[in-house]
């Protein structure tokens, strides 16, 4: 089995490379965090505003889903105002598909549960003709009724088997601009499905445990989904669902990649659990500096320990510390002590350094 390089620790399946607009997917390519808005489509101006927020959150990819004609109408106008590729989610409707791809979609995710194979026809031709990337999106809630029956329900066997009979009927109409999604609720049903068909195919995977939930849930069942598949080197793009605001969904899916050392985006950010010992207070000061780097996309690690006694040795490969006592703190580098730092003078110490840190990296 081809691979490439994750990290020290994780080989990653070398699947085929494909491009969404100007976003490599696949190959030797990173793997890359989709969302999607949940704006009525229809609004393009609040559609376009989440998109940006996304997008300054460290979205790459993005998805639009369109319920009807004025919703596939509005594709041109919000292409127009984003920078990053566009993706057309299709339910039922097929000429939706191809209004979208006409309008200029970079790519479009349509659920062959609900679309019927002789409607796949000319989506296919339309789009081989714009070098559309096409996402299968086989999703448990919409499987085809002759496997649900055949296997007596959404199993991880009726998720693959759905995929190889789409992917079959791609290939046989000269099509290979594909993703793959084999999405469950269920985490042990999506690990099952994702395993098999990554042994089956070299198309690039897009990994999601949909319908996750609110956002303890949904990092709880995507940690456990998307982080075992990428640890095992399966994996391409990923999107974290979440029930609410999806931008909450970035700072999710860059903390699984971080954790793996698959991609370093973003702060990582290390803080004791505290115990007796503790005379500051970590848990304020950790949310205010969480709050104040959140979107940030240089990789740095900070750690916020609330006692001096093991707090620099615990976090000695940390860039930046910070170790409390009672009204003051040591600030430390790599493990080694800075300069002690009043209580009051904490955050404002702490982002100061910070930015003088990333400063002196651009100059490198």
Do not use: W
Not at 55 to 68: M, Q, S, T, Y
Not at 224 to 246: A, C, F, H, M
């Amino acid at each position: 089995m081809a691979t490439v390089e994750h990290s020290s620790f994780i080989r990653r399946k070398k699947t085929k490379q494909i491009h969404l607009g100007g976003v490599a997917i696949g190959g030797d390519a990173p793997v890359i965090v989709q969302s999607m808005t949940n704006t009525d489509t229809r609004n393009v101006e609040a559609t376009v505003r989440q998109i940006k927020a996304l997008e300054k959150a460290g979205c790459e990819i993005v998805r639009i889903a369109l319920p009807d004609d004025k919703a596939a109408a509005s594709v041109s106008a919000i292409k127009k105002r984003i920078r990053i590729p566009l993706i057309a989610d299709i339910h039922f409707h097929d000429r939706l598909a191809l209004e979208a791809i006409r309008q200029g979609v970079d790519g479009i995710r349509i659920n062959p549960g609900n679309i019927a194979p002789g409607k796949m026809g000319a989506i296919i031709r339309l789009a081989r003709e714009r070098r559309v990337v096409i996402r299968i999106g086989i999703n448990s809630g919409s499987l085809q009724k002759d496997l649900l029956k055949k296997y007596g329900g959404a199993t991880p066997e009726a998720l693959v088997e759905s995929a190889v009979r789409n992917l079959e009927l791609f290939e046989d109409r000269g099509f290979d601009l594909i993703k793959l999604s084999l999405k469950s609720s269920d985490v042990p049903a999506t690990i099952e499905a994702y395993r098999a068909i990554a042994a089956r195919t070299d198309y690039p995977l897009h990994l999601g445990v949909t319908e996750a939930g609110s956002l303890i849930g949904a990092a709880i069942k995507s940690s456990l989904g998307i982080g075992t598949l990428l640890y095992e080197g399966i994996g391409d793009t990923l999107r974290v669902s979440v029930t609410g605001d999806p931008v909450s969904e970035m700072g999710l899916a860059y903390g699984i990649l971080r954790a793996l050392g698959i991609r370093r985006v973003g702060v990582d950010i290390v803080s004791c659990p505290t115990c007796g010992r503790c005379e500051i207070d970590l848990p304020s000061l950790t949310r205010r500096i969480e709050k104040a780097l959140a979107g940030r996309k240089d990789y740095l690690k900070v750690a916020l320990m609330g006692c001096v006694v093991n707090g620099p040795g615990e976090a000695a490969d940390a860039d930046i510390g910070l170790a409390g006592g009672k009204g003051q703190g040591l600030l430390f580098k790599k493990g080694k002590a800075y300069k002690k730092v009043r209580e009051k003078d904490f955050v404002n110490i702490l982002l100061e350094e910070i930015d003088t840190i990333i400063e002196e990296r651009k100059k490198d």
